[in-house]
């Protein structure tokens, strides 16, 4: 069973930023990808970055230029900076995580119960 551990939500002033972490665990053999993705009250999910275990980094148009996505493989974790903060970024994170258990088993989704970040303006 593999496990993703969020952190680093809150509340933060419009404008300001914020760092969230995720971290995986449990029966892990390889990751081949960890990202974060986002639900805002009444919306559907979005999803914000990704970063594969080969470095390739993927952003939303909605946070490009002011977010930046990064990892430890050796660690399995994940990292996502975010800046010039708006309410509009008010959400719910999740990180996710594409893994495999052993050696010839396909790729898990794996998710985490989510992160609340609430910018206030």
């Known amino acids: 069973q593999v496990q993703l551990t969020e952190s680093g939500g809150g509340l933060v002033q419009a404008g300001g930023s914020l760092r969230l972490s995720c971290a995986a665990s449990g029966s892990i053999f390889s990751i081949s990808a960890m990202g974060w993705s986002r639900q805002a009250p009444g919306k559907q999910r979005e999803l914000v970055a990704t970063l594969s275990s080969t470095g390739i980094r993927n952003y939303a148009d909605s946070v490009k230029g002011r977010s930046t996505i990064s990892g430890d493989n050796a660690k399995n974790t994940v990292y996502l900076q975010m800046g010039s903060l708006s309410p509009d970024d008010t959400a719910v994170y999740y990180c996710?995580?594409?893994?495999?258990?052993?050696?010839?088993?396909?790729?898990?989704?794996?998710w985490g119960q989510g992160a609340l970040v609430t910018v206030s303006s």
């Open positions: 996710h995580a594409s893994v495999r258990t052993r050696p010839n088993s396909g790729y898990l989704e794996v």
